[in-house]
């Protein structure tokens, strides 16, 4: 069952309710009305019965048509005594009359009964019984029809809102509602179209995101093709051909001295390129170093290639953690540290590492130029948010023009962890 006809049901009920609860109340006053007009026709009837025992002429014709809830008869009755009216009915079921007639004996030999007749005072009850019942009709009718009314804007808001999920269900992201007149409805339309349009940036920024990653990855690709084959593939080359050397000059120990020495040389420039490379690939430190040690590590190598002021700062005994989790940290301080290089224009760069509570807390801050907040975030922040939200932890960034960049995580560590 729907929801307008649940509606209509339940309206239905309530002025059926209300109708009985009115009717019951009708009939009750109407029953104490018809009891005070039965005993005030009852006086009226034992006054007309010894009126015709004494004076039987001073019964005018037509009176009993003047009079009011009182019923004048003479006997026999032509019709069936058996048979009974409505009213009659009525005021014996519903009201409990059971009036007893008067029957006089004139001089002439006549009977005349003279009898209570409520059927005037049923006959008013009856009526007002029915107003009732069209007026409790006539106002459920209004009150459906403005219901319809009223539910059939609802429903239409309802069925535009399902269309628009349906259709941002099937990836139609630039579905909007339009604006009704209804306050529900314009804030439900307000946040409907709010939410396509983050979804749709969110779509853009995934898109964009991942396009950087595939120019990122395409970058580094010939970046490491480059080292192989410009760096190592040349010493690999110079090494070759000084073995070659050292076998036409094996008799000269002199050149032979010479030639080991470059050969030493070229070989420590090798691992150092090999060093390198494997460090940009995978922090290897991490498995030999802990995570204050590589960060110091990171720190310095990174003040020596920038020329930048670099402070790490650890405070309490750091917690043994496992390899992912020393990984994204690490990555996430290097990344923070690779923007400061690019954007920042920074003369010093401060880290702190704090650990108390099971709590872990990384704060990065230099004293760049800084901008304005809120505004797109580039590449590398992207990159660090996707880490703290790997982790689980809480990251906040704050920035202000010509007052550098702030980045401050806060990870909660497992009690296993500590």
């Known amino acids: 069952m729907s929801v307008l006809w649940r509606t209509y ?24 009305d018809v009891q005070r007009e039965v005993q005030a026709a009852e ?39 058996a048979a009974q009216s409505f009213e009659q009915w009525l005021g014996q079921h519903l009201f409990a009359l059971q009036p007893t007639p008067r029957v006089a004996m004139l001089a002439d030999g006549r009977q005349l009964q003279i009898s209570v ?48 999920l349906q259709q941002v269900t099937q990836g139609q992201l630039d579905a909007r509602l339009p604006a009704r007149s209804l306050p529900e409805a314009r804030q439900l339309a307000g946040y409907f179209n709010a939410m396509a349009t983050t979804l749709q940036q969110v779509q853009a920024d995934n898109t964009e995101l991942t396009q950087a990653l595939m120019a990122l990855q395409e970058r580094e690709r010939a970046r490491l093709g480059q080292t192989l084959h410009d760096d190592l593939g040349q010493y690999l080359s110079g090494i070759r051909a000084q073995a070659c050397l050292l076998q036409a000059v094996a008799q000269q120990p ?43 590590l990171l720190a310095s190598n990174w003040q020596t290639a920038q020329r ?36 920042a224009q920074a003369s010093e760069v401060r880290v702190r590492l704090h650990y108390q509570g099971r709590r872990l807390r990384l704060f990065i801050r230099d004293n760049g130029r800084g901008a304005q907040l809120p505004q797109r975030p580039g590449i590398g922040l992207r990159s660090i948010h996707e880490r703290a939200r790997s982790l689980g932890a809480v990251l906040r960034v704050h920035s202000r023009p010509q007052a550098g960049w702030a980045l401050c995580l806060t990870l909660a560590l497992p009690e296993q962890e500590t």
Do not use: M
């Open 9 to 32: 049901l339940l309206v239905t009920l309530f002025f059926a309710l209300v109708t009985v609860l009115g009717l019951a109340l009708l009939v009750r006053q109407a029953s104490e």
């Open 254 to 296: 002199e050149q032979v001295l010479v030639t080991a020495q470059q050969l030493d040389a070229n070989c420590q420039r090798l691992q150092e390129g090999f060093r390198a490379l494997i460090r940009d690939l995978y922090p290897v430190v991490l498995e030999h170093l802990q995570l204050d040690e590589a960060l110091h």
């Open 117 to 164: 007749d409520p059927s005037d005072e049923i006959d008013e009850v009856w009526d007002s019984l029915l107003q009732l019942l069209l007026l409790c009709l006539l106002a459920l009718l209004i009150s459906l029809v403005a219901i319809r009314w009223a539910v059939h804007r609802g429903l239409r808001v309802l069925d535009e809102l399902l269309a628009g």
């Open 43 to 81: 006086a009226v009837v034992e006054y007309l019965y010894e009126a015709a025992q004494r004076d039987p002429a001073s019964l005018q014709n037509g009176l009993a048509d003047n009079l009011r809830h009182v019923r004048l008869q003479w006997l026999p009755l032509a019709t069936d005594p």
């Open 308 to 343: 930048v002021q670099c402070h790490v700062t650890v405070s309490g005994t750091l917690p043994n953690l496992p390899l992912p989790t020393k990984a994204h940290l690490y990555r996430l301080v290097q990344e923070a540290l690779t923007n400061v290089a690019k954007h």
